[in-house]
């Protein structure tokens, strides 16, 4: 109801003619044809890396890497293995096919996670630290031009999820590495509390948030109403922004809302979801788009207002990390992508998805990354806007969806076709696309 009348205004391209009296005025409007009348932008995002330098083929499946934690790999090749993080093979290849694509874009956004899934004895601060760095340099190596905005991750601090909300050697180090691309505002808030915003374009502002300091299983934060002051932080941000007319786009590892594989299940806990989700719909009129990581796998999610109207878009990356755990159906590909925006207001315009088959990789020792699909193209969507989103999302509610069963293939980075997501799981799946706060979710779930 609130997309229909709504896409009909902005859709004349050519401006309004307005009548005064006898005399004609034309009145431009910002062209939603944008392909063709303003300038696309584009940024790369990448997210969950999850290096594992222990990788390495070999006759006996429970010895090739440490991050299958003792369990076989299932088919491991040079380019790794679904029960393994990356080998430093994969990341490689993936930051040497991203240079290879034009036109490049004006810079990156990368939404942290660099060290294994192993046991807390095999890391350490000093190891983290050491991975961080690799990355770092890896990604610098092949784009010394090229700005790149980092969040922080989960697994970017030892112990894992552990994040603290006062300065410390990690918090310090990542400043320090990220010097070459942050400014010292930003680094200085990095510093402390691991969190930052810069201006990346004229009158575009990046706000990286340290989502991990309301992630579940970080015991630091636990009964604290306002972890390292970041949403007394965040308000201030965003109501800077607001005043100085520019859009926002919010980056962060672990993304709000509910989970879309785990019922009932929010990433973040519960009342920080909750004081999230207000902030981010009290400027939803700033915010062009939020970019997560962490699930490792490709989803969307649109936020509504407390009408139910549409406001922002959601983007969830897939990782470049092929692991799955023991107990996990199915995984992901490796991948990494591209966001089109248009140049002149920000609004988002379109996803596109490269990603390695891992099975072929392997087999033909050969990395060969592909475009996996253009998110307009692929849904016959004309932007992803929050409304274009909201019809898609809709859509998917419908029996035997094939547009659904298209996003779920991506949502595994087309692992397996043959993976099936039965009603229950679809339910899920779409609840979580559509609803970030309790009551909405439960209200969405409780459908009959
Ligand atoms: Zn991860
Ligand atoms: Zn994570």
Not at 161 to 190: F, G, H, V
Not at 265 to 274: F, G, M, S
């Amino acid at each position: 109801m609130y997309c229909d009348s709504m896409v009909a205004l902005p859709r004349l391209l050519f401006g309004l003619l307005l009548f005064r009296g006898l005399r004609i005025y034309a009145v431009p409007l910002a062209p939603v044809n944008s392909e063709h009348l303003s300038g696309i932008g584009r940024f790369w995002h990448v997210s969950d890396l999850h290096l594992d330098p222990t990788y390495h083929v070999t006759a006996d499946p429970t010895k090739v890497c440490s991050s299958s934690k003792g369990f076989p790999a299932s088919n491991p090749g040079i380019f790794g293995d679904f029960m393994c993080d990356s080998p430093y093979q994969t990341i490689l290849s993936a930051f040497q096919h991203m240079k290879t694509v034009t036109p490049q874009p004006e810079f990156m956004i990368w939404t942290g996670d660099s060290p294994p899934h192993v046991p807390i004895g095999e890391l350490s601060t000093d190891l983290v630290i050491q991975v961080m760095r690799n990355m770092t340099q890896t990604i610098r190596q092949h784009f010394p031009d090229m700005p790149v905005y980092p969040a922080l991750g989960n697994h970017d601090y030892w112990p894992q999820d552990q994040l603290p909300t006062s300065t410390n050697e990690i918090y310090q180090s990542a400043a320090k590495l990220w010097a070459l691309w942050l400014k010292p505002e930003a680094l200085e808030t990095l510093r402390e509390g691991g969190f930052y915003s810069q201006l990346v374009q004229p009158k575009l502002r990046l706000v990286s948030l340290n989502t991990v300091l309301y992630y579940s299983p970080n015991k630091v934060t636990v009964n604290m109403s306002d972890p390292a002051g970041q949403f007394q932080w965040l308000r201030d941000t965003l109501e800077t922004s607001a005043q100085s007319m520019e859009k926002v786009i919010v980056i962060a590892h672990v993304p709000v809302g509910y989970l879309p594989y785990a019922r009932n299940t929010t990433a973040i806990r519960e009342v920080y979801n909750e004081r999230l989700v207000k902030i981010f719909r009290d400027y939803s009129d700033i915010i062009s788009g939020h970019y997560y990581g962490h699930t490792h796998r490709d989803s969307i999610m649109i936020l509504k207002d407390v009408l139910g109207k549409p406001v922002t878009s959601m983007f969830v990356s897939p990782a470049v990390t092929p692991i799955k755990s023991v107990t996990q159906q199915y995984s992901n590909n490796p991948a990494f992508r591209m966001y089109h925006f248009d140049t002149q207001d920000y609004r988002m315009l379109d996803i596109w998805q490269y990603y390695l088959n891992l099975t072929e990789a392997n087999q033909e020792k050969r990395a060969d990354w592909q475009l996996e699909y253009v998110m307009t193209e692929a849904f016959g969507l004309e932007d992803i806007q929050p409304c274009s989103l909201f019809k898609l999302a809709q859509s998917f509610e419908m029996e035997q969806s094939k547009a659904f069963q298209k996003y779920f293939q991506h949502y595994m980075v087309s692992y397996d076709d043959h993976v099936v997501c039965d009603e229950a799981c679809k339910l899920t799946q779409v609840c979580s696309l559509l609803s970030l706060d309790s009551v909405s979710y439960t209200k969405c779930i409780e459908v009959p």
